[in-house]
């Protein structure tokens, strides 16, 4: 698996507060996506209807996952493909090194999958003298630049255009140009060829059709397409809980996905792959494969977090987080950032090294209000926090703090007066201007901000006094 | 071995052992059904009205609709399309609809009947279905449509007929079942729109990796 950086979290958050191209770039992320889904959103009044049918219906998949699994492999055979199980992240690795070294392959092209990132397929096989070929553009980028995703759907929108110029110019040998239309036209140009080179396509799957064993991919660049065409050997990874009954039912999950993502009414390409080249055909691959991770997601059925695993990856949740549009998806130091990256990272590297993430939100709710599937996000949070802390790994100072404030909390009496003493304090030291611009302990929130001062009675004094005021 | 363990996995989790054989029927019952879920308002129209939601939506997602009255227009009309930009070659699929024309009506443009090659400035293929819900195409890979055509040359020509627009994924799906139920095709393309990618700062260009435009010939047979 790839590397963990997220026990860092707090360290590279303070970076990327810092990182002026960073900030620049989530400015421009922060009112982009979310305003073009409520703009689409609006176009479909049956949305939240949709969003209802859609949570039921993966919970009926995943109730049934082992039966619609079977017969996803049943027909995936029936159509003269090969569906492989996979285990665990070297398990996926492994078969797809297989694959790849019995075709002897030398390179191979890859259209955009998370999963391929979770399993850390690209250094498998590049280890092993094959060399992988992101073709998504923010992909290529990041390839050519060593970098690392930083967003499900948008892997380098943490990079502005004078870096992706930079990045281009170094690698491609040509004249420098900001001009976007050009660099994008570049990177096709580069990677027309190696499309066409390529001996192995790998791509991932958005969803598994049962009913027909296909399996089927939405982008809007065309790069997926390429990849899964143009190689002799068409090799599909995926995650199990992918899995769909119809294409009726995959065309439910289509209605919500691009919206969701991009806010576009539906993403330019959605296609299917079943089976590889008919006898008659000139063009397609020749072997198609199928290659099912598990990687520690049937552990999350039937216990706390079994509704994460209705994710259908659109990436709405980090989309709409105010923590992810404040610190960007490296800061969490995994595959998977924002909202759904902090409950699956726990999951898949252990709490131990995950722990900061969960703690990392301010329970806001958005992104549960906007998840397409209504995963309670933040409820799930909660779930690591409480794991965090029953099984001793939150640190000393919160622990004792969190007890001491729960002494006092059994104490009303004493929580009163305690609090009515900070009030009276805290009003002493913003009686200039009702401000506060200095405060023992709270100084990352007085470096950036000042506090405002309390009002002049606590919550409890106010609430007396009236409920006097209303029997009198 | 992985499949084992991850079904023992799956199990464990669902707290039940394996399925029995009426469980398992009832279901793949709802595979059978094929029923459909919630469908949007939008694309419950007659058809005529589907077909000026097909024209709008695919409008909107940046594809260009070019209207033609008989099929024998269409050589005329391509090489028309494809003068404005200069290009003067074309490769086409092989089926009875493109095959039948007199293509050398289209006197000024050399025309290919193979697979896509890079390079290839321009092809035409016919689709499947249009739908009206977003101005999506559906196109399916045969031996007369090879699905290079529809992703590897820079402008991707389509011919549509009025009588093939739908309102909804869901009937394009039966209406694939009812034609090629036995012999399912390898791929099934949505294409809506022309290529494009928000990947450099943000800001959507179109043509990232497959066709830079997108020209529907939209044949009025009603």
Known sequence: MVEIHSPEFKENARIALKDVNLQKALDQ????????????????????????????????????????????????????????????????????????????????????????????????????????????????????????????????????????????????????????????????????????????????????????????????????????????????????????????????????????????????YNSLSTGGRRDDEQDGPKNFHVVLVDNGRSNMLGGDFHEMLRCIRCGSCMNNCPV?????????????????????TPQMVGIDKAGLLPNASTACGRCEEVCPVRIPLPKLMRHWREREFEQHLTPSSVRTGIRSWGWLARHPWLYRQAWSLGNKMMRFMGRKNGRIAKLPLASGWTDWRDMPAPSNKTFMQAYKEKKQGVKG | MSREQVFANIRRGLKRGEPTSQQREATLARIQRKENNLIPARAQLPQTEQIELFREMATNAAAEIIDINSINELPTAVQSWLEQKGINQLVRGSSPDLEQLDWSQAENLSVDTRVAQVGDRASLTICFAGIAETGTLMLHSQAESPTSLNFLPDNHLVLLRKSQVVGIYEDAWKKLRETRGNHWPRTVNMITGPSRSGDIGQTLYMGAHGPCDLAIFMLDDL
Not at chain 1, 50 to 79: G, P, S, T, W
Not at chain 1, 230 to 257: G, N, Q, Y
């Open chain 1, 29 to 268: 992320f922060k009112v982009g996506l979310p305003a073009n889904r409520l703009k689409a959103v609006a176009n479909l009044p049956e949305f939240d209807a949709l969003r209802d049918q859609a949570r039921d219906l993966k919970n009926h998949i995943l109730e049934n996952l082992d039966i619609y699994l079977d017969e996803f492999e049943r027909k995936v055979n029936e159509q003269g493909g090969q569906v492989h199980w996979a285990s665990t992240a070297d398990d996926a690795c492994r078969i797809i090194h297989e694959i790849c070294e019995k075709v002897g392959a030398k390179t191979v092209t890859k259209g955009k999958s998370m999963i391929s990132e979770e399993v850390g397929l690209n250094d498998y096989l590049e280890k092993r003298g094959i060399q992988p070929i992101e073709t998504d553009l923010g992909e290529y980028i990041l390839q050519l630049r060593k970098d690392q995703p930083s967003h499900i759907i948008a892997p380098a929108i943490h990079l502005t255009v004078p870096q992706v110029a930079d990045t281009f110019h170094e690698h491609h040998k040509r004249p420098r140009t900001e001009n976007g239309e050009e660099l994008m036209t570049e990177a096709r140009e580069m990677l027309r060829k190696k499309f066409v080179a390529a001996d192995v396509g790998i791509t991932g799957a958005n969803f598994l059709v049962a009913e027909t064993g296909s399996t089927i991919i939405v982008t809007n660049e065309g790069n997926g397409d390429l990849t899964q065409l143009l190689p002799d050997t068409h090799i599909a990874i995926s995650s199990i809980e992918k899995v769909v009954p119809t294409l009726e039912d995959m065309s439910l999950f289509l209605r919500l996905l691009a919206r969701s993502a991009t806010g576009q009414e539906y993403s330019v």
């Open chain 1, 324 to 344: 992810y549009g404040s610190i960007g998806g490296k800061a969490y130091g995994w595959v998977y950032p924002g909202p759904m990256g902090s409950v699956l």
